[in-house]
């Protein structure tokens, strides 16, 4: 189990790494803003729960194999590029289908069962195919393993955990406060057609810059 010290030290780290700006952050407030509070948040969860497949990744060390690969790093570097470009895309596309206000017809709730659980693996597939974050877990990880008190993979997967939960809680309240700022700027005619530009703008940028990184 991990200590005391280990716990509250790796929570402040990750909190102050999750609160600054970056890919995650940036596309769960484009998606919230532009399809409501219920996607925003969503996207946010799928985006943490991706987190514990890099601490899986971690544990069995493929992480390690990944980063020492060239060829393997680039062709994920390249997928995860494609995959944002092709969010980005078809958001720009939907010609502003935004979901209707919170609230609406129980029939409108039943029909969003669905579009959350893909929202949802889209954000859970965005996450865990970014290599980046396959790096940032093989390094960050460790920093807070103490390995003189054994059972390494056990304080890796728990830490990788703990990452995990609090980036869905903060990832949540980021997609519901920018659900409710989009649910008022979507009462304006047009709007939500350019919300989804925006938004599937951002996707694509992050896409081409994940993919031409080095």
Known sequence: MLTLAQFTGFLAAALLITLSPGPDNLMVLSLGASRGRRHGMVFGFGCAMGCLSHTLLAVLGVSALIAASPVAFTALKMTGGLYLVWL?????????????????????????????????????????????????????LPQFVDPSRGHVSLQTGLLGILFAVQAAVLFGTLGYFAGAIG????????????????????????????????
């Open 183 to 214: 649910a008022q700027l979507r009462r304006r005619p047009t709007t939500a057609m350019w919300l989804d530009r925006v938004a599937g703008s951002i996707f694509i940028a992050l896409g081409i810059k994940l993919a031409v990184s080095r």
């Open 88 to 140: 980005g895309i078809n958001a720009i596309r939907s010609r502003g289908a935004s979901l209707p206000a919170e609230g609406g017809p129980s029939e409108t709730n039943k029909s969003e069962t669905g579009s959350l659980g893909t929202v949802f693996r889209r954000g859970l597939v965005a996450n865990a195919i970014n290599p980046k974050v396959v790096l940032f877990f093989l390094s960050f």
